[in-house]
Each structure stands twice: as C-alpha cells, then as structure tokens.
C-alpha cells in the first residue's frame, strides 16, 4: 500500500512558483500548531550543498529541522525532466523507489506536502510520469498556476488530465511570481473566475510577488492574507478519517 497522508502540489509548468508556494503553506499550517512535513520526491537543475535546490529552499522557508537529501531523497545535477537528467547522472530509478524514499520521512509527521517537479506530465522514470506518482501516493492535489494570460487553458488542461486519472483536485492558486509581465495584463481581473467557472475547482487565492527576502513570518502573514486554507486543511483531514 503507497498511501500517503499529505497533498500534492503541482503546477502547470515549471517556474510557476510551487516552492515558495508549498513552502509558505507548510509554514502557515505549522505555525497552527499542525506537524506537517514537506517533501520534493526527486529534484534536478541544481546539486545539495548550493542553496539552489528545492530541498534546501523548502527547508530555508519552513524552518522545518531535517536534512536537504531526506526532503529530497534523488537530486540531479542537469536542468532536464528528472528521468533525462538522472540518466545523465548514470542513475535509473523506479517509481517503487521514488516512493520507498519518501516513507521514512512522511511516517515523522501527522501531514507532508509534496511538491511535484514541472507540471503533470513530466517524466520521472523511464516508465511514469508525475501524474502516475500522484495516483500511486493516492493523494489530492493542489495546482499552482500562473496569474496572467495563458493561464485558463493551462490550469484547464492541468485540472482534466488529473480528474482522468481519478485525482482529486483541491483547489488552485494563481502566483504573481517575478515578472512584470502581469502588471499590463487584463485577463488578471478574470481569469480565476473563468477558470473556477469552467471546471468547478475552487480559487484558493492569489499569491504575490514578493520583493523581499522570503522569511518564514513573511510568508505565513503573506498565506493568512492572501490564500484560503480551510480547503487545504480539510483535504489533510478527511484523508486521515479515510485512512482509519
Ligand atoms: N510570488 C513570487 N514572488 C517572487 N518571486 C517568485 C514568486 N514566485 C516564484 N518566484 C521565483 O520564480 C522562480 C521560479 O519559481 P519556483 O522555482 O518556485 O518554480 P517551481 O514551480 O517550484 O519550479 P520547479 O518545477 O523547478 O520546481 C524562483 O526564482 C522563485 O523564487
Ligand atoms: C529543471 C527543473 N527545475 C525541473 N523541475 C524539471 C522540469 C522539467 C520540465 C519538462 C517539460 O515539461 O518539458
Ligand atoms: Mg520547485
């Protein structure tokens, strides 16, 4: 059995903002007194020991005492989808494995987030894909979008392929993230409601674009402003009811 109490967070792509998201979730559910852990399953584009890698990001955000290689058990040096990038590491990996990893870690606390690596339907192994990791752990997800234009067809298409595979979607949060881009955009004003409106997923908030050095307090005043967490919290409950 590969149940994991938590939830996923995924995106519509890469860069879209998951760490500082999952991140800022994480702390805000900590800070009420919950012992909620985080885990990235497999990392790439940057080693441990740079400060560059998710692991280490997560860790900085949450203030969470564990160390960076049992938060994310596999990381790869190359820029690539994690199953290209661990080949160029001479590494082959299952997803049994990927799974096995994270046990240890996830049986230290009632609760994990799990960030995702790129959307969906990036490849982890030679044989699966995000989404197939996400069946296996049998958790909801949450998706973390971009706010401007693009956005609707992205979270759309996003939302979709995770109901085709029987998985639960809690909820969606659009991030400003860094660009400018946003500032001369229109769709901004409409884009959470049509998005809610044509497949019935709850807006869960937007978040900011934060210009400061990104502390724990930042950011769970920045989630109790900005982001609803009953639905967060209530997805991390029923799935315990479910599991006794
Ligand atoms: N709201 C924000 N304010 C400021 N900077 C942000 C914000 N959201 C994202 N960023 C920055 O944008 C970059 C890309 O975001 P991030 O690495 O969190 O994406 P990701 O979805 O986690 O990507 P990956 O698939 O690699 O895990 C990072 O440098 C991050 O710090
Ligand atoms: C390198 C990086 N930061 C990633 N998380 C891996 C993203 C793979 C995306 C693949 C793709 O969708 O084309
Ligand atoms: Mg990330």
Known sequence: MNGFRGLFVTGTDTGV???????????????????????????????L???????ERLLQYTGIDERAEHVAPFTFQAPLTPMLAA????????????????QPLANRYESILIEGAGGVAVPLTEDSLVVDLISELRTPALIVARTGLGTINHTLLTVSYLQQHGIKVTGFILNDGESDEIYNDSSITTNAELIERYCGIPFLGRFPRLMDEMNTEMLIQVIREKIQLTPIRQALTVQSMEEE
């Open 49 to 55: 020991g740079s400060g560059e890698t998710d692991a």
């Open 17 to 47: 903002g998951k760490t500082i998201v999952t991140g800022a979730l994480v702390a805000a559910l900590r800070a009420e007194k919950r012992n909620i852990g985080v885990w990235k399953p497999v990392q790439s584009g940057a080693l």
């Open 87 to 102: 080949k160029q590491d001479g590494v082959e990996i299952t997803l049994q494995e990927i799974i096995s990893a994270g």
